[in-house]
T-cell receptor
Framework: AQSVTQLDSHVSVSEGTPVLLRCNYS??????LFWYVQHPNKGLQLLLK??????LVKGINGFEAEFKKSETSFHLTKPSAHMSDAAEYFC??????????????FGTGTRLTVIP | KAGVTQTPRYLIKTRGQQVTLSCSPI?????VSWYQQTPGQGLQFLFE???????NKGNFPGRFSGRQFSNSRSEMNVSTLELGDSALYLC????????????FGPGTRLLVL
């Protein structure tokens, strides 16, 4: 079975400081992992995805994530936070590899606050 | 390419009524998935349609149903609405291949009174 655990429900950083959003996953198969962002009253936007290629994945807006199989982690980072980064972030695992179907399992989300 | 569109964006219904939500995927995409987002349960998978067939289903009661048309547009229906069905309903489209990125629409916010 697939699942993800986002270790922090809320993270607060100052503008210009690094961002770290933590995610651990559980999967019976080689997982496909994603980070999505949701701004208030908006849909979900893909930040980046890991699909068994390079373990360090670069995404949009300066975000990146590293897949660590030994730690079953897929933490999201950004060197310098911007005010526009304030949003809800979801770590997601896909079960496509197993079933051939295409559905996603979402973490509970981490709300990122950026302090001016 | 135009993105995923969902109609209506907002909806208010009363308990016991039924509702139909619509989703138009990105042109060329054959898979449409539906998700429910609530503050208490987070984002949960409802079902996925691919080439007019339901390919996968989440753990929701039979009051939640869907269908997909030959042009890949999809509808989701909820019958006998309950207060707990108040949520943001998101649809996502993809090509339908494995490990493919899903692109989300803006959602339909349903309020059940």
């Amino acid at each position: 079975a697939q699942s993800v655990t986002q270790l922090d429900s809320h993270v607060s950083v100052s503008e210009g400081t690094p961002v770290l959003l933590r995610c651990n996953y559980s999967s019976s198969y080689s997982p496909s992992l994603f980070w999505y962002v949701q701004h208030p009253n908006k849909g979900l936007q893909l930040l980046l995805k890991y699909t068994s290629a390079a373990t360090l994945v670069k995404g949009i807006n300066g975000f990146e994530a590293e897949f660590k199989k030994s730690e079953t982690s897929f933490h999201l980072t950004k060197p310098s936070a911007h005010m526009s980064d304030a949003a809800e972030y979801f770590c997601v695992v896909s079960n496509s590899e197993n079933t051939g179907a295409n559905n996603l399992f979402f973490g509970t989300g981490t709300r990122l606050t950026v302090i001016p | 390419k135009a993105g995923v569109t969902q109609t209506p964006r907002y909806l208010i219904k009363t308990r016991g009524q039924q509702v139909t939500l619509s989703c138009s995927p990105i042109s060329g995409h054959r898979s449409v998935s539906w998700y429910q987002q609530t503050p208490g349960q987070g984002l949960q998978f409802l079902f996925e349609y691919f080439s007019e067939t339901q390919r996968n289903k989440g753990n929701f009661p039979g009051r939640f149903s869907g269908r997909q048309f030959s042009n890949s547009r999809s509808e989701m229906n909820v019958s006998t609405l309950e207060l707990g069905d108040s949520a943001l309903y998101l649809c996502a489209s993809s090509s339908g291949l494995r490990v493919e990125t899903q692109y989300f629409g803006p959602g339909t916010r349903l309020l059940v009174l």
